[in-house]
């Protein structure tokens, strides 16, 4: 992988990174419920569960490439479309909803969650995010389980890391070097945003929350995942050209 392909890469990623999806909602309202050192529990929490959806897809785009080449077009094919559908997605939807208002409902899923999955009444459960601290704290494990959770609960991150990565990676030059470069890529940029989060949350939401500043956030990554799925259906043509 050249450095220009990876700084193609970290700026697209850094830049999907900063829009408020689950795992920043959840560094978001811990950082302002629990405190910044009990959230980086949280954190390392989020960052187990996204390794191991990272590696899941990985793993299986690796055996892929090497047991079934001509999946891998159909992948790049199904990828750019479904890549085109989260950009028409995140365009129509930019103007729905406000970061305060989304960390509330994830606020209230999980708690939904894990009082059915526990069922002990008194796990600690999330509180509302006017709140500068709680009376009874979670544990670290706690913490730690929930970043997990819900970083493993998102699904279609897979599918998501299926369609994104296969534009960086090239699959007939030594795989393993370019899925490190783009596995410290991927979480440089996650990282950094959850401790944005997590430190700056209420500073961040009210600025967000100003006129259509999140709107155009979300557009904007809209207009780079059309932008990618365009290079993939580019090659896909290109490899039934030659």
Not at 8 to 23: E, H, K, L, R
Request: hydrophobic share 50%; glycine share 8%.
């Amino acid at each position: 992988m050249s450095w220009h392909l990876f700084a193609v890469f970290f700026a697209s990623t850094f830049f999907i990174s900063a829009t408020p999806g689950p795992n920043m909602l959840l560094a978001f309202q811990y950082g302002m419920n629990y405190g910044i050192k009990r959230t980086l529990w949280t954190l390392a929490g989020l960052s187990l569960g996204l390794f191991v959806l990272l590696l899941s897809t990985l793993l299986g785009l690796d055996v892929i490439s090497r047991q079934s080449p001509w999946l891998l077009t159909i992948i790049k094919a199904v990828g750019a479309a479904y890549l085109i559908y989260l950009g028409i997605s995140s365009w129509r939807d930019a103007g729905d909803g406000s970061l305060m208002s989304d960390a509330k409902e994830l606020s209230a899923e999980v708690a939904a969650d894990y009082a059915a999955t526990d069922g002990v009444p008194s796990t600690p459960q999330p509180r509302s995010l006017s709140s500068a601290a709680t009376r009874i704290a979670p544990s670290n494990k706690t913490l730690f389980r929930t970043g997990v959770w819900v970083s493993l609960s998102n699904p279609k991150a897979i599918l998501f890391f299926a369609a994104f990565f296969p534009k960086f990676i090239n699959f007939s030059a030594p795989l393993w070097p370019q899925y490190v470069l783009l596995t410290i890529g991927l979480f440089m940029s996650e990282t950094i945003w959850q401790i944005v989060y997590t430190l700056g949350g209420k500073k961040l939401a009210s600025w967000l929350d100003v006129g259509n500043r999140l709107a155009w956030l979300n557009r904007g990554c809209g207009v780079i995942f059309i932008i990618i799925a365009a290079a993939l259906l580019a090659e896909v043509l290109n490899s039934f050209i030659a």
